[in-house]
């Protein structure tokens, strides 16, 4: 028998940071060790199909004789921000709303992380100040692997066939370059990951990414009128030739934004990295006009220069496969109904392995986990929502 949070408090314990600049799959030898620890708890609690495979993922069946199949998903990875693996969080119960002290040098306010106040009266874990939590995605993990335990005990009850996966990668963007829906043989799907269990997500930003170089032409300073070309210049001005609203730090909500990553360079030579990103399919494009247009004032103006823009998709808005099949939205639906939750749809400002997932031809939303503020050591799980989230995913398969 599995209990939620020795379980959670065990998978954390694990650090499974994935390297964004490694070049092999999954990026950490760390992640394929983790995936032989799950395989082995699912064997231990009856899943005894359970495998990883060439890649690393972890699928798993558990078949109740129904016509239709219902997989859950989660991430396996943590974010390469800060270092995970924690061996000494800590349990806050009945927690008052206050500002929240984790170590000698950190301190969480609640006027900067005004989330805490939706959580106050749950129990709650946070990290030491030195180490993010890990409940993004292992929240997920848990209560995946705890709703499998009881579904196993209790086939009887539900009306839906249980399918498993547990992917690496994702924190870096791969966490369903390898994934095969083949293997994974459900109807619909659902990720659990991410903030509050009283959201949902059916949206997220369209995606691209854009390189930007620039080839200068470098001569001594004391005799370069009408001849230097700076490249290290021409970066900073192109970049002044994109719209100053268009950017993270000025939108919300379904704005999109064009995101300069990096920039880096000299006289002779400069390279500038952005995402570009937009829940509108045809906003998108136009943010791809925008930065083409920017290219060629600069090569009008330069033409001494030389400068290659490239642009490439990365993800598509998984609503625009919602809007014309709305089954799993419905199953949600049903779920929270069911469990006397309220609940609300908002859109993903980022990516989901289910996005990509859908459009492998597998219907796959997001369902949250309960965990906030990731990706860093202000992170912090909420134990009763994560409890609450597996009665939630009984009522799905019932």
């Given at each position: 028998m599995l209990?939620?949070?020795?379980?959670?408090?065990?998978?954390?314990?694990?650090?499974?940071?994935?390297?964004?600049?490694s070049t092999t799959y999954p990026s950490s030898e760390k992640e394929s060790e983790f995936a032989d620890k799950l395989v082995e708890i699912l064997h231990s609690i009856g899943v005894s199909n359970a495998y990883k495979d060439e890649y690393s993922l972890v699928y798993a069946h558990v078949d109740n004789n129904k016509e239709k199949t219902i997989g859950?998903?989660?991430?396996?990875?943590?974010?390469?921000?800060?270092?995970?693996?924690?061996?000494?969080?800590?349990?806050?119960?009945?927690?008052?709303?206050?500002?929240?002290?984790?170590?000698?040098?950190?301190?969480?306010?609640?006027?900067?992380?005004?989330?805490?106040?939706?959580?106050?009266?749950?129990?709650?874990?946070?990290?030491?100040?030195?180490?993010?939590?890990?409940?993004d995605d292992k929240a997920g993990i848990a209560i995946i692997l705890t709703f499998v335990n009881y579904y196993i005990n209790h086939k009887d009850e539900f009306n839906y066939n249980l399918a498993i996966s547990f992917t690496p990668d994702e924190e870096i963007g791969k966490g369903a370059l390898h994934f095969d829906i083949k293997k994974m043989k459900a109807d619909v799907a659902y990720t659990l990951d991410g903030g509050s269990i009283f959201e949902?997500?059916?949206?997220?930003?369209?995606?691209?990414?854009?390189?930007?170089?620039?080839?200068?032409?470098?001569?001594?300073?004391?005799?370069?009128?009408?001849?230097?070309?700076?490249?290290?210049?021409?970066?900073?001005?192109?970049?002044?030739?994109?719209?100053?609203?268009?950017?993270?730090?000025?939108?919300?909500?379904?704005?999109?934004?064009?995101?300069?990553?990096?920039?880096?360079?000299?006289?002779?030579?400069?390279?500038?990295?952005?995402?570009?990103?937009?829940h509108d399919k045809d906003l998108l494009e136009e943010k791809k006009v925008i930065m083409q247009k920017a290219l060629e004032t600069l090569k009008n103006k330069y033409p001494h220069g030389k400068?290659?823009?490239?642009?490439?998709?990365?993800?598509?808005?998984?609503?625009?496969?919602?809007?014309?099949?709305?089954?799993?939205?419905?199953?949600?639906?049903?779920?929270?109904l069911n469990s006397n939750v309220?609940?609300?749809?908002?859109?993903?400002?980022?990516?989901?392995?289910?996005?990509t997932?859908?459009?492998l031809g597998l219907p796959c939303p997001n369902l949250g986990?309960?965990?906030?503020?990731?990706?860093?050591?202000?992170?912090?799980?909420?134990?009763?929502?994560?409890?609450?989230m597996v009665e939630i995913l009984k009522e799905l398969f019932k």
């Open positions: 209990d939620l949070v020795p379980l959670f408090l065990d998978l954390i314990s694990f650090d499974t940071m994935s390297d964004e600049v859950l998903i989660a991430h396996m990875d943590t974010s390469p921000a800060l270092k995970g693996g924690i061996k000494n969080p800590r349990i806050i119960k009945n927690y008052d709303g206050k500002d929240i002290k984790l170590n000698d040098k950190y301190l969480m306010e609640v006027n900067e992380f005004p989330f805490l106040k939706e959580i106050q009266g749950d129990d709650i874990i946070v990290t030491d100040g030195e180490h993010l939590l890990g409940g949902a997500s059916y949206e997220n930003f369209n995606a691209a990414h854009a390189t930007l170089k620039i080839y200068g032409v470098g001569v001594h300073p004391g005799s370069a009128k009408d001849i230097m070309v700076n490249a290290a210049m021409l970066a900073s001005e192109y970049v002044l030739l994109l719209p100053s609203e268009m950017v993270p730090e000025k939108t919300e909500n379904r704005e999109g934004f064009i995101h300069l990553t990096d920039i880096k360079g000299d006289v002779e030579e400069a390279s500038l990295s952005f995402i570009l990103r937009d400068l290659e823009l490239t642009i490439e998709d990365d993800y598509r808005n998984m609503f625009d496969y919602f809007k014309n099949d709305m089954t799993a939205i419905n199953l949600i639906n049903k779920a929270y309220k609940l609300t749809y908002s859109p993903i400002r980022g990516g989901t392995d289910g996005a997932i859908t459009y986990v309960g965990d906030f503020s990731p990706h860093g050591r202000f992170e912090v799980v909420s134990i009763n929502q994560m409890e609450k």
